[in-house]
């Protein structure tokens, strides 16, 4: 497994959870780090990205919510999830496009529930 998700899991509305996508590669090779999330029932959606530098998009649905960064040392990123609704419920993916090719690679989802 190239890219290794993790940090999901129930919470209530209003609560906070921090995912963790750690590349087995090294975090250099990948020119855009990224996270998607699919809901049941609905197509995958794009939910946040960090470019090179500090450039960072987000879904209209998530921005002042949701913050990525991300840990060269630990060739890891992050999705912290602040203030979460119900609507956030979701499997959670995150993608690495690679330098040149711009090639997707996917990680393992990680399920968050936001419920009460």
């Known amino acids: 497994v190239q890219l290794q998700a993790s940090g999901g899991g129930w919470v209530q509305p209003g609560g906070s959870l921090r995912l963790s996508c750690t590349t087995s590669?090294?975090?250099?090779?990948?020119?855009?780090l990224g996270w998607y999330r699919q809901a049941p029932g609905q197509q995958r959606e794009f939910v946040a990205s960090?470019?090179?530098?500090?450039?960072?998009n987000y879904a209209d649905s998530v921005k002042g919510r949701f913050t990525i960064s991300k840990d060269n040392t630990k060739h890891t990123w992050y999705l912290q999830m602040n203030n979460l609704k119900p609507e956030d419920t979701a499997v959670y993916y995150c993608?690495?496009?690679?330098w040149g090719t711009g090639a997707d690679e996917w990680g393992n989802g990680t399920l968050v529930t936001v419920s009460s």
């Open positions: 590669r090294s975090i250099h090779d990948f020119a855009d």
């Open positions: 993608n690495g496009k690679y």
């Open positions: 960090l470019g090179t530098g500090v450039r960072q």
